[in-house]
């Protein structure tokens, strides 16, 4: 194992894959990226997510961090396949209140460039989602440009172009048990 790095990423979950990827485009160099789980199927948090990508909140930082991240991950692929299927999201309202709240993240989503959302009517929610009983329903907010993001996908997707680039070296099933700090510094990252 490489015992010497400018820089140690501790976990290679979607975060620190992602942290390595752009540091790399940044033109880092001198990564350690390590693991206490298997490559990339860590049983972290990244193993067990679903996916889901929706990309409006009302922070206007977030939403454009989940818009960046779709653009991302819809370029990824691994040997398994894409890391990202644009299916669409859609959020219904059952109350007044809830369709006030989903027609302000229209206007949201129209003055920060999330592209293609529209207000449903229940019908045609519902042809969207066959499944869907419209019993109660007063509309549904749609984001056609939302989807699943394959999380282990994209995070080894992630971390390949850093490999690539000569940028980090991943260790997996490597426990960090300490890290030692002099003088506010770290020094040294101890592993099993
Ligand atoms: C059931 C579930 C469903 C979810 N659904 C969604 C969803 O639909 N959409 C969404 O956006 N988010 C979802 N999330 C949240 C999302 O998965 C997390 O926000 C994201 O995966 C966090 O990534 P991470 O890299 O920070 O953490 P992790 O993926 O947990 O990575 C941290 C890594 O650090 C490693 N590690 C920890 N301690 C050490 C150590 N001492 N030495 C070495 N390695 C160590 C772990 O092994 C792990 O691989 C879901 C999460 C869960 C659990």
């Not at 199927?41 to 977030?62: C, D, E, W």
């Not at 989602?129 to 282990?152: E, N, R």
Request: net charge positive; proline share 2%.
């Amino acid at each position: 194992m490489k015992n010497k790095a400018k820089l140690v990423i501790i976990g290679a979950g979607i975060v620190g894959c992602s942290t390595a990827y752009h540091l790399a485009k940044l033109s880092w160099r001198d990564i350690v990226v390590i693991d206490r789980g298997s490559l990339f199927a860590t049983g972290g948090s990244t193993s067990h997510a679903p996916g889901l990508v929706f990309q409006l909140n009302y922070s206007k930082t977030m939403t454009l961090l989940a818009k960046y991240s779709v653009e991302l991950y819809s370029q990824l692929k691994t040997d398994e396949g894409q890391a990202f299927y644009t299916v669409g999201g859609i959020e219904i309202a059952y109350t007044e209140t809830r369709w006030r709240d989903l027609k302000r993240k229209m206007g949201l989503a129209k003055s920060w460039g999330i592209e293609g959302t529209e207000l449903l009517t229940p019908e045609q929610a519902k042809a969207k989602i066959p499944l869907l009983d419209t019993t109660g329903i007063l509309g549904a907010f749609y984001v056609p440009t939302d989807g699943i993001a394959k999380a282990l996908r994209a995070a080894e997707a992630l971390a390949n172009f850093a490999i690539a680039s000569d940028a980090a070296k991943f260790y997996g099933d490597t426990e960090v048990l300490n890290i030692e700090v002099e003088q506010g510094q770290v020094k040294s990252v101890i592993t099993n």
